[in-house]
């Protein structure tokens, strides 16, 4: 009735453990280190841990000279070598899956490729706004014409930062700092983080320099662009406009020589306030101010635009800004970001890129490399990667993090910058009166910004 065994080995093994603990006095520690009370039921749970310790107790009729101390650890059958072993192990084990990650990527890198290959581009690159078409870099637009003047730029450029060409780095000690609050978090401790006192920096677009000639030009450009993950370029729209403000009667009649250089095809508009131009190529149009309503107002000489659709794929777009989200196994996903800057001529200024996490999961981001500066907006749910200059000197950079999340879930990325150099292959060059010909003071104000640009 106690044994209940159908075997001959489970039979035998339950009548050591009876005679054993049959024959141990009161006074005997080991049934009361394995079991809990002297009953039947616990005796049977806890039969082989006994039947070892007695093994080790007694030897050929004789007791062994054994503690207790040394009876635990022959019957856990601790080894120092099964430690070491399980060790190298589960280092084996971590290398060859972070291997595989690796070879993941290299292979979706590859089929990206693959997929792109043979693509007409049509000259506008996505991280770096670059192009195969052959034309030659727009000048940089000037501050003020030929005719010299003693006042100041109109605008005052934007410094760049010194010292190293790459963009600050963010240590490992910040890193550290974050695991170990989020440690204290997660084993319950009330830990009170100090409020950012920076906020997220987004792109605006410059307002117009106070500092200006009595004839003041702005070159203003605004991009939307749209483009898959994959690369192909879904949507392109690019909107320039010259607008002109005159603060004295006295230029009534103006000229103003645009220099167009442009190769691509950008449709150029006159609109009815603006004569009629004096040239096909230059674009040279009339403006009439005699009528002092057009004083001290903007006035638009001039716009364009330049459009791409999706037959139009654009191989080098996703090329300069690659977002790769990669499933680690551990229930989330290894992401790399990566930009470069191909025109050289180019300077974007205040670059913020917005990374959407997934909200359900509700685990903060771990951040691996920056280039630049990261905020994790948790009310938002964002990762903000931002830069403060991206040109020749910082044409490249990546973002690694991992976190909580699908491959889909990072998606849309939203960029946003803002730039002093235009886009368009068109610059102001001079401004002349209409009935002489001889040049006036002017100054210049360029901006090329985003109006919405998103890599879906």
Not at 14 to 22: C, D, E, G, N, Q
Not at 140 to 166: R, Y
Not at 339 to 354: F, G, K, Q, S
């Amino acid at each position: 009735r106690y044994f209940g065994c159908t075997t001959a080995g489970g039979m035998a093994v339950r009548l050591k453990v009876l005679i054993a603990a049959a024959v141990c006095t009161k006074a005997g520690k080991i049934i009361p280190e394995y079991c809990r009370t002297m009953e039947e039921s616990e005796i049977a749970d806890n039969a082989f841990n006994l039947i070892f310790a007695f093994d080790e107790i007694v030897a050929l009729g004789y007791r062994e000279s054994v503690n207790l101390a040394q009876i635990r650890t022959f019957v856990e059958m601790d080894s120092h070598e099964e430690k070491v072993y399980q060790a190298v192990r589960q280092t084996q084990e971590r290398e060859a899956k972070n291997k595989m990650r690796e070879k993941a990527k290299e292979l979706q890198r590859q089929r990206m490729e693959a997929n792109k290959k043979g693509v007409k581009s049509p000259g506008f690159n996505a991280g770096g706004f670059g192009s195969n078409t052959g034309y030659s870099p727009a000048p940089v637009v000037g501050d003020s014409a030929s005719v010299p003047a003693d006042n100041k730029p109109s605008f005052t450029a934007i410094q760049k930062p010194m010292g190293t060409t790459k963009a600050m780095k963010l240590g490992s000690k910040s890193r550290d700092v974050e695991s170990f609050v989020d440690q204290l978090k997660s084993e319950g401790e009330n830990v009170v983080t100090p409020a950012v006192a920076r906020t997220a920096p987004v792109a605006k677009v410059p307002v117009a320099s106070e500092n200006t000639e009595d004839i003041h030009l702005r070159q203003e450009e605004h991009l939307t662009l749209r483009v898959g993950r994959d690369g192909g370029l879904q949507n392109f729209e690019l909107h320039g406009l010259v607008t002109l403000r005159i603060a004295d009667e006295k230029w009534g009649r103006i000229r103003v020589q645009l220099d167009n250089k442009d190769r691509r095809g950008i449709q150029l508009q006159l609109p009815p306030v603006v004569g009629q131009r004096t040239s096909k190529r230059r674009h040279i149009p009339n403006v009439d101010t005699s009528n002092h309503s057009l004083l001290h107002t903007d006035v638009g000489v001039l716009n364009w635009r330049y459009q791409h659709s999706e037959r139009e794929q654009c191989s080098s777009i996703a090329r300069k800004i690659n977002c790769w989200p990669s499933e680690n196994g551990q229930g989330g996903c290894d992401v790399n970001i990566e930009y470069e800057l191909e025109h050289e001529h180019m300077e974007l200024n205040d670059v913020c890129i917005t990374i959407p996490l997934c909200r359900e999961m509700g685990s903060s981001p771990v951040v691996n490399e920056c280039d630049g500066e990261y905020i994790h907006d948790s009310r938002k749910n964002v990762l903000l990667w931002t830069l403060p200059i991206i040109d020749i000197n910082n044409k490249s950079g990546s973002l690694e993090f991992s976190a909580t999340a699908m491959p889909g879930d990072f998606f849309p990325l939203h960029i946003n910058f803002v730039s002093k150099k235009s886009y368009a292959d068109l610059a102001v060059t001079q401004v002349v009166l209409v009935d002489d010909d001889s040049p006036v003071k002017y100054s210049v104000e360029t901006v090329f910004f985003t109006e919405k640009y998103e890599i879906v």
